[in-house]
């Protein structure tokens, strides 16, 4: 108790001096200074983070799929509706996102987090994460957030970090945010929203988890994508793995639309790039990508 009251004292001095010495376009990274460093390649993509200058992230090493198939798995309450075999096959690499750790007959290959809203209130999920040898993508808030609760030494799973693009600008880790170059040849746009190739340059968020995995999963090299649980209707409802006590709140419903375009842009994406994606939500209001029965895989 009397280390945690320590480094909370430390932690709030080092933001204020932070806060006072910087410009507001750092602000963003007044949790992290001085206990973070970082390293980047030549064209500023994100390479390696430090933490008390231990390396607890690295983008550098090679990540190999053992199939070309994966499963993206959401949170929506249809997952409860499909046929539980789909979750066990061997030909598919399963990926998920913030409670989907709950289906404990999966074995998940990668795992993304980038809500440190969902870290706070919901850690007993995040340390199963931890605590499985996944390649775990998370963002700089989210592994801050979790370092402050664990030690990196008790960490089984291999971390990597993305800097999120919100409104075109990204915050980037121990830099001023900085609006991006949107002609870049990794940076794909449609109707004004953008779908990045190069994760570790950085990754569009409009405003769900489900939008960023699939970036990245374009970044692991799959030619078949199939997503269970992306239902993006009745938000009151809570998610598989909540009740009506725990469920946490959503800003899913405000920004709907914005949510359904950038689907739409990503839909047409991977159809440039020769990538099938299907939605296994029968009722999804998501119509970017063809729907079909779980029986059908």
Known sequence: MNQFFSNYIFR??????????????????????????????????????????????????????????????????????????????????????????SLNEIKFSRYIIIDHNFIESRFDLVQKVLDTNCIFFTTPRCLDAILRKVDFKNIACQIKTIETIKDNIVEVFLNKEMRIETNKEYFFFRNNLGFSENIFSGVFDYFTVAYVSLQIINNLGYKQVYIAGLDMNNFNNPRFYENIEDKQSTLLDIHTHDVLNAFNTAALFFKEKGVCVFNLSKHSAVDAFEKIDCNNI
């Not at 390649?41 to 994966?70: H, M, P, R, W």
């Open 12 to 101: 709030n001095i080092y933001k204020f001096i932070y806060k006072t010495l910087t410009p507001k376009a750092y602000k963003h990274n007044r949790r992290f200074w001085p206990l973070y460093q970082v390293k980047r390649n030549a064209n500023g993509d994100l390479q390696e983070v430090y933490f008390n200058k231990t390396l607890v992230s690295t983008n550098t090493t090679d990540i190999l799929n053992t199939n070309k198939k994966c499963m993206l798995i959401a949170t929506g309450p249809s997952i409860k509706t499909l046929d539980q075999e789909i979750f066990k096959k061997i030909d598919i690499d399963y990926i998920g996102v913030n409670g989907a750790i």
